[in-house]
Nanobody, 125 residues
Framework: QVQLVESGGGLVQPGGSLRLSCAAS????????MGWYRQAPGKQRELVAV???????NYADSVKGRFTISRDNAKNAVYLQMDSLEPEDTAVYLC???????????????????WGQGTQVTVSS
């Protein structure tokens, strides 16, 4: 079983910073893209940032210049540094990974999508 566990959410004032972390564990063979999505009440889930296994990042226009995504392949972890936070950034942030599992010796699954349980980020004065 593969699990993604997020941490680092909380309440912060406008203009403040938070750092989210997500670690994947379990019978992982290889992790491809990792990323962060968010979902605010009454809104659709949206991509925040994604990073390839080679380290190339992409960001939603709304967070460019304010958020930085990074990953540590040795730890199967992805991070999101969020600066200059705005009330509009308030949402549940979910970690995502595209990965394949090691099912048995020399047996690897197809690539599938995995999600964390989400961590609440609230930006308010």
């Amino acid at each position: 079983q593969v699990q993604l566990v997020e941490s680092g959410g909380g309440l912060v004032q406008p203009g403040g910073s938070l750092r989210l972390s997500c670690a994947a564990s379990g019978s992982i063979f290889r992790i491809y893209a990792m990323g962060w999505y968010r979902q605010a009440p009454g809104k659709q889930r949206e991509l925040v940032a994604v990073i390839t296994d080679g380290g190339s990042p992409n960001y939603a226009d709304s967070v460019k210049g304010r958020f930085t995504i990074s990953r540590d392949n040795a730890k199967n972890a992805v991070y999101l540094q969020m600066d200059s936070l705005e009330p509009e950034d308030t949402a549940v942030y979910l970690c995502h990974a595209s990965l394949s599992e090691s099912l048995a010796p020399r047996v690897v699954s197809t690539i599938d999508d995995y999600w964390g349980q989400g961590t609440q980020v609230t930006v308010s004065s």
